[in-house]
């Protein structure tokens, strides 16, 4: 059963680098079958896709947030990660990782418990 | 203002019938693309309901079902029950926006 876990600083401050990552466990992040995406939820908000990547490498990203995201994957760890670079309170949410079968098509299943990353000085 | 409309609450009383809709547009919904329902309760990850349009997952009570017809689509809740109580979201694909899009969230209170 495929499971994710996120980790990471839960406390930025303005202007850096937001990075976070996603633990994979119960498959090969190296499978063809899933896209590995992020998302966050700001408080009080909705949901926000931020970006995904697929085991080829091949990135795709919320043009809201593209000049600022990078996500990437590490697996000799069967992880990937996010990293959201200049960052100000308005990025202050909880960040989900997840699993899609597509991108025009897909859905976002299992996601993990969320983390809650706080930008403030 | 989120690409996908939802209304922000419905509430009903424990056994009731319930719907919430998702209304987007000729780039989304109404191109074709699929939409899925998710459902958010505090502390816990989001749980996938409904998946292309109308499938529900294994584990998933048929009390829950979709359904989708033009530029809009909607989640009924049948027979509520107090743990339902919970935020519920649709998803789609814009192609306008090149982008996985959302609904604003709506809550379901169960009185």
């Known amino acids: 059963q495929l499971q994710l876990q996120e980790s990471g600083p839960g406390l930025v401050k303005p202007s850096e680098t937001l990075s976070l990552t996603c633990a994979v466990s119960g498959d090969s992040i190296r499978s063809s079958t899933y896209y590995w995406g992020w998302l966050r939820q700001p408080p009080g908000k909705g949901l926000e896709w931020i970006g995904s990547l697929y085991y080829s490498g091949s990135t795709y990203y919320n043009p809201s947030l593209k000049s600022r995201v990078t996500i990437s994957v590490d697996t000799s760890r069967n992880q990937f990660s996010l990293n959201l670079s200049s960052v100000t309170a308005a990025d202050t949410a909880t960040y989900y990782c997840?699993?899609?079968?597509?991108?025009?098509?897909?859905?976002?299943?299992?996601w993990g418990q969320g983390t809650l990353v706080t930008v403030s000085s | 203002q989120s690409v996908l409309t939802q209304p922000p609450s419905v509430s009903g009383a424990p056994g009731q019938r319930v719907t919430i809709s998702c209304t987007g547009s000729s780039s989304n919904i109404g191109f074709g693309y699929d939409v899925h329902w998710y459902q958010l309760l505090p502390g816990t990850a989001p749980k996938l309901l409904i998946y292309g349009n109308t499938k529900r997952p294994s584990g998933v009570p048929d009390r829950f079902s979709g359904s989708k017809s033009g530029t809009s689509a909607s989640l009924a809740i049948s027979g509520l029950q107090a743990e339902d109580e919970a935020d519920f979201y649709c998803q789609s694909y814009d192609r306008g926006l090149s982008g996985l899009v959302f609904g604003g969230g709506t809550k379901l209170t169960v009185l």
């Open positions: 997840a699993t899609s079968t597509g991108i025009s098509y897909g859905w976002f299943d299992p």
